[in-house]
């Protein structure tokens, strides 16, 4: 495969979130598609909230947000001795970890520096600290060259025609670009994306908020639909694919994604529309035989029972599950940074895992 775009020939957005010494920037995702704003972080406890409250969101872009929090504390820390620092060090990963349970890349990407860490605990304070900083920085930039990647990957199998899309799985998900993002935006360039229907996603509207702000900032012809509809666009032979992101993938293909994400899958199954999820290796989590193993996310009732800050349903009770699970018979195929992984899915997913 040959990499054809550079990122900033498929899109005009920043990097949704980087490190500089001392603050984290990431770009407020609760206040879209109303105002874009930027916002510092210069506390651990800030990104951690930042990540609870989904300031920042979508896997990949966790991931880097929480190394970069370990990256903060590195940069900020006043630990005189080298223990000191690890005890703090120890408690800024566990505050960051007990984030958000679902999307494997916060874990991954934690798990990184940590080792990195325990690697070097016999070189000088200063040396450790540069390390962590330098990995942080690492892991945010591998995402962009891995995006990049699966952008293209994607656009070499999906067809030509009209694609759905769930949730936010773009550029604002990820340090830049996005997931499903890149692949979006690759087959835009090569002219063979000829409209995106984009699923409201509820709770949370990561579809109208998100997707539908970021892709119409990069041009991108789309629709935008509330997620009862998609069924019905369906069936009138609208849809040529479907492609949605991941927060954890495990060992049989079986995924989570978005709530919703099952619901579209089993209709694409009866309409005979291929169905693909696109993620990095680091949401791959071998660990795991099956979908049943996956944490899934409860979030607040608040989410169900507003819309746009408006109450829009009594004070009854609510089940707020933030992710769903894909089983994997019914996806077409992974697309992955390191190429495309079809049925079946357990053997190839093993035979990408040793080849890497
Ligand atoms: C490239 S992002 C992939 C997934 O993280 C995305 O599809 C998703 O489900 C995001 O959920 P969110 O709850 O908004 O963090």
Redesign the pocket.
């Known amino acids: 495969m040959e990499i054809r775009y550079k990122p900033e020939e498929l899109t005009r957005l920043p990097r949704s979130v980087r490190y500089e010494p001392g603050r984290v920037t990431m770009i407020d995702q609760t206040l879209l598609p109303r105002e874009f704003r930027e916002i510092e972080l210069r506390t651990v406890d800030e990104v951690a909230e930042a990540i609870i409250t ?1 300031k920042v ?4 872009a ?1 991931g880097a947000a929480a190394a970069f929090g370990l990256a903060l504390y590195a940069d900020t820390s006043n630990a005189r001795t080298k223990e000191e620092f690890m005890d703090g060090f120890e408690r800024a990963y566990e505050r960051l970890k007990n984030t958000r349970p679902t ?1 494997v890349n916060l874990f991954w990407a934690l798990n990184r520096v940590k080792s990195l860490v325990e690697e070097h605990l016999e070189d000088p304070l200063d040396e450790i600290k540069r390390l962590i900083v330098a990995e942080a920085q690492k892991i945010a930039n591998e995402d962009v060259e891995a995006n990049l990647r699966m952008g293209h990957y994607g656009a070499e199998v999906l067809p030509e025609g009209n694609v759905l899309t769930h ?3 773009g550029s604002l ?2 340090v830049q670009l ?3 993002g890149a692949v979006l935006r690759v087959m835009h360039r090569d002219g063979t994306l000829k409209l995106l229907w984009v699923d409201e996603t509820r709770p ?1 509207l ?1 579809g109208a908020r998100l997707s539908a702000w970021e892709y119409h900032y990069d041009g991108i012809p789309l629709k935008l639909i509330s997620d009862n509809m998609a069924g019905f666009v369906m069936q009138q032979g609208k849809v040529d694919a479907i492609i ?4 954890r993938i495990v060992a049989n293909g079986d995924f989570a ?2 709530i919703g994400t099952y619901t579209l899958a089993v209709l694409a199954k009866e309409h005979g529309i291929p169905f693909f999820t696109v993620a990095p290796l680091s949401t791959i989590d071998m660990s795991l035989k099956s979908g049943k193993e996956i944490p899934i996310e409860e979030r607040k009732p608040e989410e169900v029972l507003t819309c746009g800050g408006c109450k829009i349903a009594p004070d009854v009770d609510v089940y707020n599950p ?2 769903d699970v894909t089983p994997h018979k019914y996806l077409t195929g992974i697309i992955t940074d390191q190429g495309v992984v079809w049925p079946p899915f357990e053997r190839n997913l093993k035979k990408l895992f040793k080849r890497e």
């Open positions: 989904m969101r979508g896997a990949p966790i999307a949730c936010n799985a998900a990820t996005g997931t499903v949370v990561q949605v992101g991941a927060d994604n978005k933030a992710f």
